[in-house]
Protein backbone atom coordinates (compact mmCIF):
# COMPACT_ATOMS: atom_id res chain seq x y z
CA UNK A 1 0.00 0.00 0.00
CA UNK A 2 3.21 2.44 0.52
CA UNK A 3 2.93 2.54 4.03
CA UNK A 4 4.08 3.90 6.45
CA UNK A 5 4.59 7.41 4.82
CA UNK A 6 5.61 10.10 6.68
CA UNK A 7 4.30 12.49 3.89
CA UNK A 8 0.91 10.93 3.65
CA UNK A 9 1.35 10.15 -0.18
CA UNK A 10 1.98 6.18 -0.47
CA UNK A 11 4.25 6.92 -3.61
CA UNK A 12 6.01 3.79 -2.54
CA UNK A 13 2.83 1.87 -3.19
CA UNK A 14 -0.45 1.37 -4.24
CA UNK A 15 -2.44 3.37 -1.97
CA UNK A 16 -3.09 7.60 -3.05
CA UNK A 17 -2.95 8.48 0.36
CA UNK A 18 -6.48 8.99 1.40
CA UNK A 19 -7.99 6.54 3.48
CA UNK A 20 -10.78 6.01 1.15
CA UNK A 21 -8.03 4.05 -0.98
CA UNK A 22 -5.85 2.46 1.50
CA UNK A 23 -8.21 -0.67 2.30
CA UNK A 24 -7.54 -4.11 2.16
CA UNK A 25 -9.97 -7.55 1.35
CA UNK A 26 -8.79 -11.12 2.69
CA UNK A 27 -11.33 -14.23 1.60
CA UNK A 28 -11.27 -17.25 3.10
CA UNK A 29 -13.18 -20.28 2.89
CA UNK A 30 -16.28 -20.28 5.47
CA UNK A 31 -15.51 -21.00 8.80
CA UNK A 32 -19.16 -21.83 9.69
CA UNK A 33 -22.16 -23.20 8.27
CA UNK A 34 -24.86 -21.17 6.68
CA UNK A 35 -22.26 -18.69 4.80
CA UNK A 36 -20.35 -19.17 1.60
CA UNK A 37 -17.22 -17.03 2.37
CA UNK A 38 -15.71 -15.49 4.78
CA UNK A 39 -14.29 -11.62 4.96
CA UNK A 40 -11.50 -9.50 6.53
CA UNK A 41 -11.45 -6.05 5.82
CA UNK A 42 -8.06 -4.50 6.77
CA UNK A 43 -7.92 -0.09 7.12
CA UNK A 44 -4.04 0.93 6.33
CA UNK A 45 -2.34 3.66 8.48
CA UNK A 46 -1.40 5.94 5.50
CA UNK A 47 1.40 7.63 7.75
CA UNK A 48 2.10 4.86 10.34
CA UNK A 49 1.23 1.73 8.73
CA UNK A 50 -1.13 0.21 11.36
CA UNK A 51 -3.06 -2.32 10.30
CA UNK A 52 -7.00 -1.48 11.82
CA UNK A 53 -9.39 -4.62 11.72
CA UNK A 54 -11.53 -3.03 14.40
CA UNK A 55 -14.68 -2.27 11.75
CA UNK A 56 -16.30 -3.37 8.45
CA UNK A 57 -16.32 -1.19 5.02
CA UNK A 58 -19.16 -1.61 2.86
CA UNK A 59 -18.18 -0.38 -0.26
CA UNK A 60 -15.22 -2.88 0.12
CA UNK A 61 -18.52 -5.36 1.41
CA UNK A 62 -19.69 -5.16 -2.33
CA UNK A 63 -17.03 -6.27 -4.18
CA UNK A 64 -16.81 -9.73 -2.06
CA UNK A 65 -19.73 -11.67 -3.41
CA UNK A 66 -18.40 -10.84 -7.06
CA UNK A 67 -14.89 -11.84 -6.43
CA UNK A 68 -15.10 -14.72 -4.40
CA UNK A 69 -17.35 -16.02 -7.26
CA UNK A 70 -15.29 -15.07 -9.83
CA UNK A 71 -11.94 -16.59 -8.01
CA UNK A 72 -13.52 -20.17 -7.15
CA UNK A 73 -14.18 -19.44 -3.65
CA UNK A 74 -17.70 -20.20 -3.97
CA UNK A 75 -18.47 -23.00 -6.50
CA UNK A 76 -22.21 -23.48 -6.26
CA UNK A 77 -24.19 -20.27 -5.11
CA UNK A 78 -27.81 -19.77 -5.32
CA UNK A 79 -29.14 -18.68 -8.33
CA UNK A 80 -32.54 -17.00 -9.09
CA UNK A 81 -33.95 -16.14 -12.51
CA UNK A 82 -35.58 -13.07 -12.62
CA UNK A 83 -37.65 -11.68 -15.83
CA UNK A 84 -34.69 -13.75 -18.29
CA UNK A 85 -31.52 -12.58 -16.04
CA UNK A 86 -29.89 -14.39 -13.60
CA UNK A 87 -29.18 -13.38 -10.37
CA UNK A 88 -26.55 -14.96 -7.84
CA UNK A 89 -26.64 -14.88 -3.69
CA UNK A 90 -23.47 -14.98 -1.73
CA UNK A 91 -23.70 -15.27 1.94
CA UNK A 92 -20.44 -13.73 3.54
CA UNK A 93 -19.54 -13.28 6.99
CA UNK A 94 -17.43 -10.48 8.02
CA UNK A 95 -15.17 -11.32 10.73
CA UNK A 96 -14.82 -7.53 11.78
CA UNK A 97 -18.14 -7.63 13.00
CA UNK A 98 -19.23 -11.30 13.61
CA UNK A 99 -21.94 -10.50 11.06
CA UNK A 100 -23.35 -12.15 7.85
CA UNK A 101 -24.09 -9.73 4.89
CA UNK A 102 -26.18 -11.03 1.89
CA UNK A 103 -24.78 -10.42 -1.56
CA UNK A 104 -26.84 -10.52 -4.98
CA UNK A 105 -25.63 -9.57 -8.24
CA UNK A 106 -25.67 -10.06 -11.85
CA UNK A 107 -24.66 -13.32 -13.23
CA UNK A 108 -23.97 -15.32 -17.31
CA UNK A 109 -22.67 -18.00 -17.98
CA UNK A 110 -22.17 -21.81 -17.54
CA UNK A 111 -20.91 -22.06 -14.38
CA UNK A 112 -21.99 -18.11 -13.55
CA UNK A 113 -19.93 -15.38 -13.50
CA UNK A 114 -20.31 -12.16 -12.26
CA UNK A 115 -21.57 -9.51 -14.97
CA UNK A 116 -20.96 -6.31 -14.47
CA UNK A 117 -22.10 -4.34 -17.23
CA UNK A 118 -25.08 -2.24 -16.51
CA UNK A 119 -27.07 0.95 -16.06
CA UNK A 120 -26.99 1.49 -12.77
CA UNK A 121 -25.03 5.17 -11.79
CA UNK A 122 -23.47 5.21 -8.19
CA UNK A 123 -23.44 9.03 -7.05
CA UNK A 124 -19.52 9.50 -6.82
CA UNK A 125 -18.68 7.07 -9.16
CA UNK A 126 -18.17 7.78 -12.82
CA UNK A 127 -19.72 5.42 -15.36
CA UNK A 128 -22.51 2.74 -14.83
CA UNK A 129 -22.58 -0.77 -13.95
CA UNK A 130 -24.81 -3.77 -13.06
CA UNK A 131 -26.32 -2.82 -9.70
CA UNK A 132 -25.19 -5.02 -6.18
CA UNK A 133 -28.04 -5.72 -3.35
CA UNK A 134 -26.06 -5.85 -0.11
CA UNK A 135 -28.21 -6.69 2.77
CA UNK A 136 -26.65 -6.34 6.03
CA UNK A 137 -28.45 -8.79 8.54
CA UNK A 138 -29.46 -8.47 12.17
CA UNK A 139 -26.97 -5.24 11.75
CA UNK A 140 -27.21 -4.33 15.11
CA UNK A 141 -24.66 -3.95 18.00
CA UNK A 142 -21.88 -5.23 15.49
CA UNK A 143 -19.35 -3.58 17.68
CA UNK A 144 -20.97 -2.86 21.05
CA UNK A 145 -23.95 -5.15 21.24
CA UNK A 146 -26.69 -2.68 21.07
CA UNK A 147 -28.47 -0.74 18.34
CA UNK A 148 -27.90 2.21 21.13
CA UNK A 149 -25.04 1.52 23.40
CA UNK A 150 -25.78 3.75 25.80
CA UNK A 151 -29.44 2.76 26.18
CA UNK A 152 -30.31 6.59 25.08
CA UNK A 153 -31.26 8.07 21.69
CA UNK A 154 -29.30 11.07 22.35
CA UNK A 155 -26.68 12.08 25.45
CA UNK A 156 -24.46 14.96 26.57
CA UNK A 157 -20.86 14.15 25.22
CA UNK A 158 -18.49 16.35 28.09
CA UNK A 159 -15.35 17.77 25.51
CA UNK A 160 -12.05 18.29 26.42
CA UNK A 161 -12.51 21.97 26.50
CA UNK A 162 -15.26 21.19 29.09
CA UNK A 163 -17.72 22.31 26.87
CA UNK A 164 -20.83 19.72 26.32
CA UNK A 165 -22.62 18.82 22.83
CA UNK A 166 -25.54 16.94 22.29
CA UNK A 167 -25.07 13.48 20.33
CA UNK A 168 -26.47 10.55 19.16
CA UNK A 169 -24.97 7.08 19.68
CA UNK A 170 -25.92 4.21 17.44
CA UNK A 171 -24.11 1.26 16.52
CA UNK A 172 -25.56 -0.54 13.35
CA UNK A 173 -23.51 -2.15 10.79
CA UNK A 174 -20.67 0.39 12.48
CA UNK A 175 -20.53 2.27 15.23
CA UNK A 176 -21.24 6.06 14.49
CA UNK A 177 -21.29 9.64 16.00
CA UNK A 178 -24.37 11.74 15.26
CA UNK A 179 -24.23 15.52 16.28
CA UNK A 180 -26.48 18.51 14.79
CA UNK A 181 -24.29 21.02 12.39
CA UNK A 182 -26.01 23.61 13.75
CA UNK A 183 -24.46 22.81 17.05
CA UNK A 184 -21.40 23.61 15.68
CA UNK A 185 -21.99 26.78 14.50
CA UNK A 186 -22.72 25.52 10.59
CA UNK A 187 -26.25 26.32 10.14
CA UNK A 188 -25.87 24.84 6.19
CA UNK A 189 -24.07 22.30 3.95
CA UNK A 190 -22.99 24.90 1.30
CA UNK A 191 -21.18 26.32 4.58
CA UNK A 192 -19.39 22.94 5.10
CA UNK A 193 -17.43 20.97 2.55
CA UNK A 194 -14.69 18.06 3.15
CA UNK A 195 -12.08 20.56 1.01
CA UNK A 196 -13.06 23.44 3.97
CA UNK A 197 -12.95 20.68 6.82
CA UNK A 198 -9.49 19.73 5.67
CA UNK A 199 -8.91 23.19 5.69
CA UNK A 200 -9.71 23.99 9.29
CA UNK A 201 -7.17 22.66 12.07
CA UNK A 202 -9.26 23.69 14.91
CA UNK A 203 -12.32 22.26 13.82
CA UNK A 204 -10.76 18.98 13.08
CA UNK A 205 -9.58 18.82 16.81
CA UNK A 206 -12.90 19.59 18.07
CA UNK A 207 -14.45 17.17 15.67
CA UNK A 208 -11.97 14.44 17.15
CA UNK A 209 -12.38 15.01 20.67
CA UNK A 210 -16.56 14.78 20.22
CA UNK A 211 -15.60 11.32 18.40
CA UNK A 212 -13.12 10.79 21.49
CA UNK A 213 -15.89 11.01 24.17
CA UNK A 214 -18.30 9.38 22.06
CA UNK A 215 -16.08 6.52 21.95
CA UNK A 216 -15.69 6.04 25.81
CA UNK A 217 -18.89 6.59 26.23
CA UNK A 218 -19.74 3.20 24.23
CA UNK A 219 -17.14 1.47 25.70
CA UNK A 220 -14.65 1.49 22.93
CA UNK A 221 -11.51 2.59 23.04
CA UNK A 222 -10.84 6.35 22.12
CA UNK A 223 -7.66 5.32 20.26
CA UNK A 224 -8.59 3.41 17.65
CA UNK A 225 -9.13 5.99 14.53
CA UNK A 226 -11.70 3.68 12.48
CA UNK A 227 -14.19 3.22 14.69
CA UNK A 228 -16.60 4.89 15.73
CA UNK A 229 -16.70 7.97 13.37
CA UNK A 230 -18.40 11.01 13.39
CA UNK A 231 -20.92 12.41 11.19
CA UNK A 232 -22.36 16.01 11.13
CA UNK A 233 -25.97 16.55 10.19
CA UNK A 234 -28.02 19.11 8.18
CA UNK A 235 -32.19 18.77 8.29
CA UNK A 236 -32.98 19.12 4.33
CA UNK A 237 -36.42 20.21 4.52
CA UNK A 238 -36.25 22.49 1.13
CA UNK A 239 -35.55 19.19 -1.07
CA UNK A 240 -37.87 17.06 -1.63
CA UNK A 241 -35.54 14.36 -3.29
CA UNK A 242 -33.47 14.22 0.07
CA UNK A 243 -34.45 13.72 3.45
CA UNK A 244 -31.09 14.45 5.37
CA UNK A 245 -27.72 15.42 4.51
CA UNK A 246 -24.20 14.44 6.29
CA UNK A 247 -20.78 14.85 6.04
CA UNK A 248 -18.06 12.25 7.50
CA UNK A 249 -14.87 12.04 8.63
CA UNK A 250 -12.91 9.00 8.18
CA UNK A 251 -9.77 8.02 9.73
CA UNK A 252 -9.30 11.38 10.50
CA UNK A 253 -10.37 13.11 7.35
CA UNK A 254 -13.11 14.72 5.82
CA UNK A 255 -15.09 12.17 3.50
CA UNK A 256 -15.43 13.19 -0.19
CA UNK A 257 -19.16 11.19 -0.49
CA UNK A 258 -20.25 8.98 3.19
CA UNK A 259 -18.62 5.71 4.32
CA UNK A 260 -21.25 2.88 3.53
CA UNK A 261 -21.69 1.45 6.81
CA UNK A 262 -22.31 5.21 8.46
CA UNK A 263 -24.92 5.74 5.72
CA UNK A 264 -26.36 2.58 7.10
CA UNK A 265 -26.22 2.89 10.46
CA UNK A 266 -27.40 6.80 9.54
CA UNK A 267 -30.36 5.26 8.33
CA UNK A 268 -31.35 3.15 10.72
CA UNK A 269 -30.45 5.84 13.42
CA UNK A 270 -33.26 8.16 12.05
CA UNK A 271 -35.75 5.70 12.09
CA UNK A 272 -35.05 5.07 16.14
CA UNK A 273 -37.42 7.54 18.01
CA UNK A 274 -35.49 10.49 19.88
CA UNK A 275 -32.50 10.28 17.48
CA UNK A 276 -30.50 13.49 16.54
CA UNK A 277 -31.38 12.10 12.96
CA UNK A 278 -34.82 10.86 13.70
CA UNK A 279 -35.40 14.35 15.04
CA UNK A 280 -34.18 16.08 11.52
CA UNK A 281 -36.09 13.87 9.20
CA UNK A 282 -39.05 14.71 10.38
CA UNK A 283 -42.18 13.08 9.66
CA UNK A 284 -41.58 11.88 6.48
CA UNK A 285 -42.65 8.01 7.51
CA UNK A 286 -41.10 5.29 5.25
CA UNK A 287 -38.77 2.42 5.23
CA UNK A 288 -35.69 3.93 3.27
CA UNK A 289 -34.16 7.74 3.61
CA UNK A 290 -32.22 9.06 1.18
CA UNK A 291 -28.80 10.87 2.57
CA UNK A 292 -27.63 13.67 0.38
CA UNK A 293 -23.62 13.35 1.06
CA UNK A 294 -20.57 16.04 -0.64
CA UNK A 295 -21.15 13.48 -3.92
CA UNK A 296 -24.79 13.09 -4.00
CA UNK A 297 -26.96 11.09 -2.56
CA UNK A 298 -27.33 7.11 -1.75
CA UNK A 299 -30.86 5.48 -0.75
CA UNK A 300 -30.58 3.37 2.34
CA UNK A 301 -33.65 0.76 3.64
CA UNK A 302 -33.73 -0.64 7.03
CA UNK A 303 -36.00 -3.67 7.74
CA UNK A 304 -37.70 -4.10 10.89
CA UNK A 305 -39.22 -7.15 12.77
CA UNK A 306 -41.00 -7.47 15.96
CA UNK A 307 -39.35 -4.10 16.75
CA UNK A 308 -35.77 -5.15 15.79
CA UNK A 309 -33.65 -4.16 13.02
CA UNK A 310 -33.54 -7.23 11.01
CA UNK A 311 -31.39 -5.53 7.89
CA UNK A 312 -30.08 -2.66 6.26
CA UNK A 313 -29.73 -2.70 2.50
CA UNK A 314 -28.80 -0.66 -0.52
CA UNK A 315 -27.33 -0.70 -4.29
CA UNK A 316 -23.91 -0.59 -4.49
CA UNK A 317 -21.39 -1.21 -7.96
CA UNK A 318 -17.78 -3.03 -8.18
CA UNK A 319 -15.79 -4.28 -11.34
CA UNK A 320 -12.68 -5.73 -11.49
CA UNK A 321 -10.05 -3.26 -12.68
CA UNK A 322 -6.50 -5.46 -12.89
CA UNK A 323 -5.03 -8.49 -11.79
CA UNK A 324 -1.18 -9.13 -10.99
CA UNK A 325 1.67 -8.96 -8.45
CA UNK A 326 2.29 -6.50 -6.16
CA UNK A 327 6.15 -6.00 -4.60
CA UNK A 328 7.26 -4.94 -0.93
Known sequence: MGSPDPY???????GSGISSTSKIIVLS??????????????????KDGSLDMAGNCGNMSSAVGPMSLDEGLV??????????QQFAVVRIFNTNTSKVISARF????????YSPDGDYIMDGVPGTNSPITLSFLDPAGAKTGK?????????WL????????????????????????????????EDLTPQAVEADTALKEKLDGIRR???????????????????????????????????????????????????????????????????????????????????????????FEDGKIKSAD????????????VYY
Open 8 to 14: GRQLNGI
Open 29 to 46: PPSRPCVDVDYTFVQVGI
Open 75 to 84: TDPRVEEVDG
Open 106 to 113: RVSGSPPK
Open 147 to 155: ALPTGNACD
Open 158 to 189: LLPDASTIQASLVDVSNPGVFVRAADLGIPSP
Open 213 to 303: AGASMMGLNPDVESIPKIVLLFSDSRSPDVDIRCLALSMGQAHKAVPLTLALCLGAASQLPGTIPAQLVGNRSKSSIIIGHPSGKVDIGTT
Open 314 to 325: LHRTARVLMKGD
